[in-house]
């Protein structure tokens, strides 16, 4: 800057008559602060100066006008959304890797947790609901079958669960330093994603030696089920994330939330049973949840053509699973607002 | 002049909640006790920074500095009022929150510079001189956790004043680290501002401010009361502190602000 030494003459010793260029202050002597230590003196010796009551030649002032066509002056921390997130692409990355590695950290196992974890639930269902409860007498292939809803559902209540504490666990973050808050439960949704991926491997491998092959049907209902539970994971990761800044009953409602969750899509059990045992309204509410269409079509892609194929389906699979994509985009959306309009208390609330 | 900072009528107020749970809000309803309480932090602040000026925001403690300088920052929305800055605005606003202790001190330097604003590029590029810089030496590849309370400091200064930004806030980043360090960073400081860029700032240390600021702004109570040279700022500060003395001598208890 040609103005830089003129502003700051010199450091070491500056005196009263530093040339400084402040905003005059009207009314200010060379004395502006006579031994009245009171406020109001103050106040009455050095009026605020703003630019709401600007001295029509007064130096250095601006209209206001002036500061909206300035294009180089723009307001801090205005919160693009999700779009501001996908522009810092590059922090986004950092903080997946930052969270992938501060859970691994210092534990024998590392990575090889995101193994366990469903390996044990798989056991569990596998054993009480297919050997116990006799499902792998009415399922073919119910290993396959449970295990392709079992990592949808996980990926679910993992993004669900990681992005409720996301921003309340960067606290010192949101506190300090403007981001665009929306990266914290994103993060959390890639995160879940890269636990998603080991269990989709396997979910491959077995359907495989079970005869599948890819094929375009089952391929597309395998990409429609996984954006659906997606982008229900993220509008509603979002909204729990605010709104557990405020209120902290909102992971324990979340936990619950999982747990219904987990039993209340054909996972563990043929999504005809419903329809058999409950009134017709509550089977049509039922297969109204996006998860249990999204399960559907996990099974469609992955377990149905390992079968064979006299298992039917809901009818208009394809029509309800694309109302079912249109209503989680619904929920994004109001996620994210419910986001944006809750973010600007954030820092005052953490 | 070129602006490189405007507060046009900036306010802000705080609601402090005395009860969140359903239990206590009833219990305090029925005896009539207030649920809330509102105070003022920033009442109508207007000022325009030009560009390569470096201002101090005095007052004493409660004053709005540093909700003033987190209005500035992006962290806070004002409640009334509008702020503009141009270019980069990156904070020392208490260092190291960035920081993770898990990540070693090289993996800090990229998170943390990516999240001051950096590219990969922009961090490799000034990677060795931001390391020099901290003089962390060998723990460079050591998880953070492991960093004395110095080191630590050392490094998030370092990655902080390496994201070259067009307007540096500094909130009491000085009161920590050892003397040889501070001087470095006052160095730092004192080059940064010569180059042209614009400094708001924020420290106790009265004599610190004089020597790096031409401009003070006064706050007291969420006003402006003074905004001129830094010596009238600094004789202000000077004397409000001796009053608050005196008045804790006397024995009374001294207000807030």
């Known amino acids: ?228 539970v997606a982008t229900l994971g993220l509008g509603l990761g979002l909204a729990c994330a605010a709104l557990h800044v405020f209120y902290r009953d909102t992971d324990k409602v979340v936990d619950i939330a999982t747990l219904v969750v987990t039993w209340s899509v054909p996972m563990i059990y043929p999504w005809h049973v419903v329809e058999d045992t409950a009134p017709h309204w509550a089977s049509e509410l039922y297969l109204a949840n996006p998860l249990a269409e999204a399960v559907l079509l996990f099974q469609r892609a992955f377990w149905w053509p390992t079968t064979d194929g006299t298992f039917l389906f809901p009818p208009h699979l394809t029509r309800d699973a694309v109302a079912a994509l249109a209503g989680s985009v619904l929920v994004l959306v109001v996620g994210q607002y419910v986001f944006a309009r809750l973010q600007r208390r954030f820092a005052e609330e953490l | 002049m070129t602006p490189a900072l405007v507060l046009d009528g900036v306010s802000k107020q705080f609601t402090l909640r005395h009860a969140r749970s359903i239990k206590n809000i009833t219990v305090r309803a029925l005896r009539r006790e207030r649920l809330r309480d509102r105070f003022t932090a920033l009442d109508q602040v207007s000022a325009e920074v030009a560009v390569g000026e470096s201002v101090a925001l005095l007052g004493t403690n409660g004053s709005g500095k540093s909700t003033l300088l987190k209005i500035i920052s992006g962290v806070l929305p004002p409640d009334s009022g509008r702020v503009l800055v141009r270019g980069r605005v990156a904070g020392l606003i208490e260092v190291g929150a960035g920081l993770h202790p898990e990540l070693t001190g090289r993996e800090n330097v990229f998170l943390n510079g990516a999240i001051l604003g950096m590219d990969r590029a922009e961090t490799v590029a000034k990677f060795d001189s931001i390391v020099e810089f901290a003089d962390i030496g060998a723990f460079l590849d050591q998880p953070v956790r492991f960093y004395s309370s110095g080191m630590f400091m050392r490094l998030a200064f370092s990655i902080a004043v390496h994201t070259d930004p067009d307007v540096f806030l500094i909130d009491e980043v000085l009161a920590v680290g050892d003397p040889l360090f501070r001087d470095k960073c006052i160095a730092r400081l004192t080059e940064f501002r010569d180059s042209g860029r614009t400094m708001v700032m924020v420290a106790h240390d009265v004599a610190l401010l004089r020597s790096l600021c031409s401009r003070g702004i006064f706050l007291e109570r969420g006003k402006v009361v003074w905004d001129g040279d830094i010596d009238t700022a600094a004789d202000l500060l000077v004397r409000k502190r001796r009053q608050r003395r005196a008045a804790l001598a006397a024995g009374r208890a001294p207000k807030l602000g």
């Open chain 1, 1 to 228: 800057m040609s103005d830089a030494s003129g502003e700051h003459p010199d450091v070491a010793s500056p005196g009263p008559g530093a040339a400084y260029a402040p905003r005059p202050v009207s009314g200010m002597a060379s004395d502006p602060f006579p031994d009245a230590p009171t406020r109001d003196a103050f106040r009455q010796d050095a009026p605020t100066p703003g630019p709401r009551d600007p001295g029509p030649d007064e130096p250095g002032l601006r209209e206001p006008d002036a500061w909206q066509a300035d294009a180089g002056l723009v307001a801090p921390g205005r919160g693009g959304g999700l779009g501001d997130v996908l522009q810092r692409r590059y922090l986004l990355r950092l903080v997946v890797r930052r969270e992938l590695r501060a859970r691994y950290q210092s534990s024998l196992l590392g990575f090889g947790w995101s193994y366990v974890r469903p390996a044990a639930h798989f056991a569990v269902f596998y054993f009480v609901a297919g050997k116990f409860l006799g499902m792998s007498h009415r399922v073919d292939h119910f290993p396959i079958f449970m295990f392709s809803a079992l990592v949808l559902v996980s990926f679910f209540n993992e993004t669900l669960i990681n992005a409720t504490h996301a921003v309340l666990g960067n606290a010192a973050l949101v506190r300090k330093v403007y981001l665009p808050r929306e990266l914290f439960p994103v993060a959390s949704l890639l995160v879940s994603l890269v636990h998603l991926l080991p269990g989709l491997g396997i979910v491959v491998a077995v359907a495989a030696a079970w005869g599948w092959t890819p094929s375009p049907a089952a391929l597309g209902s395998a990409l429609l089920g996984f954006l659906i």
